[in-house]
């Protein structure tokens, strides 16, 4: 069975690193304003864009710069800066949804890969955008079924891209999902004066919502309240099918999450990629897969449409559901390479042998490991408190000011 690309989401460098730490095979990210995440991440500058794309070159992974907002006539020249300067740092492809930023991208001998945004839904809509783009993401609101029709048409009918090759096929594999059709939402614009279209969504679908008459004051009785807020994709344990529905690429949403849930999703999804192609994929292993998923920001899981479900599956409460969560512990000092050994200045709360840490940093990613042995002030202890210096035994380096957290368990009703 083939293999697939797996790309990750990329909302600042410790997302980054994270991603490319765990095995993805690309990154898509936003610039300053004009994508779908501008308010939904920190974003990186253009200055942050050599340094992109050489992390990203040196470790084969493929980089892809998301310019799929409504583009006015006042975005124009921000454009043409944006994909100039892309293509000076030799980022691999530009990820649109406006014909300008086609237009512009190919103009500046670019590749472009069609955002979802677009709404990708049928073979003759990917002849015509065969005309721009090597690359396309489907609606999210199709089938395998219509997938994997879509995809032996373009190998049955030979419709390929600029660059010659076949045309691929790229979908959403896991993440958040909107109630709007593939993102067009204009609830934030109306209430907020703020576009989700324009990467400002306010996310008034995740908040509780009544039904009243008007006229009668009666209020509807509702079995959630929660009736405009979907669960999180998820597709680990049907992977297999996903597979074989002929994609090329299979997207991970999640550029304004932390980069813990890019490194234990990526790695959840890389594993299981792996396992399909080495024939080892089973129900145990998604099963131990799922566990990994839950621990970090999720919202409940569910199929989405790709198995022909035609209703959504709406979350029961707001905010994350995730089993586990992170609590500030301090910030690293020092490491000493030859005998590799970090160095932390605990600021909050306690820590003690046995317990599960997290550090990130804009270099080191994000890590997580059990503390077995540790230095308290120099001496030999068993548990630390705020104000103490610690050193641990790391395999990795850390950073000063790279972040320590402690990870507990989280008790969330739903």
Request: charged content about 25%; aromatic content about 8%; glycine content about 8%.
């Amino acid at each position: 069975m083939q293999t697939i690309e797996l790309m990750a989401p990329a909302g600042n460098f410790e997302s980054l690193q994270a991603a490319i730490d765990n095995g993805a095979d690309s990154i898509y990210f936003g610039v300053e304003q004009l994508n779908m995440r501008a308010r939904a991440s920190i974003n990186f500058t253009l200055d942050d864009l050599p340094e992109i794309s050489r992390r990203c070159e040196s470790k084969n992974v493929r980089t892809y710069l998301t310019l799929n907002t409504i583009i006015y006539d006042h975005d124009l020249s921000i454009v043409k800066t944006l994909i100039k300067k892309a293509k000076e740092a030799k980022i691999t492809a530009i990820i649109a949804m406006d014909q300008a930023v086609i237009a512009i991208a190919k103009e500046a001998g670019m590749e472009v890969h069609i955002s979802t945004q677009i709404n990708v839904t049928n073979i003759e809509t990917v002849k015509f955008y065969a005309m721009f783009a090597d690359t396309m993401v489907l609606s999210r609101e199709l089938s395998l079924r219509q997938v994997k029709k879509i995809t032996e048409q373009i190998d049955k009918e030979q419709i390929k891209g600029p660059s010659g090759n076949l045309v691929e096929i790229e979908i959403f594999g896991h993440g958040a999902l909107c109630m709007a059709v593939s993102g067009k939402c204009y609830m934030s614009l109306h209430a907020y004066n703020s576009s989700a279209n324009r990467g400002a969504c306010k996310q008034n679908c995740r908040k509780k919502y009544t039904v009243i008459d008007q006229e009668t004051g009666i209020e509807m009785e509702l079995d959630n309240e929660y009736i405009m807020s979907p669960k999180d994709l998820c597709t680990i344990d049907f992977l297999d099918q996903v597979v074989d529905s002929g994609i090329k690429v299979l997207k991970i949403e999640g550029r304004g999450r932390a980069p813990e849930y890019v490194a234990n999703v990526i790695k959840c999804y890389r594993d299981g990629i792996d396992s399909i192609a080495e024939g080892t994929y089973s129900k145990e292993k998604v099963i131990s897969w799922m566990q990994e998923l839950e621990k970090v920001y999720n919202r409940g899981f569910w199929s989405g449409y790709y198995l022909g479900q035609k209703l959504g599956e709406w979350s029961k409460g707001s905010g994350s559901h995730a089993t586990q969560k992170k609590v500030y512990l301090g910030k690293g000092i020092h490491y000493y390479p030859k005998a590799k050994i970090g160095e932390f200045k605990i600021e909050a709360y306690d820590l003690g042998i046995g317990d599960t840490i997290l550090i990130t940093g804009t270099t080191t990613g994000a890590k997580e490991m059990n503390v077995s042995e540790m230095f308290v002030n120099d001496l030999k202890l068993d548990k630390a408190t705020k104000g103490d210096s610690v050193t641990i035994p790391l395999d990795f380096r850390v950073r000063p000011k790279d972040k320590l957290y402690k990870i507990v368990e989280n008790k969330v009703e739903v």
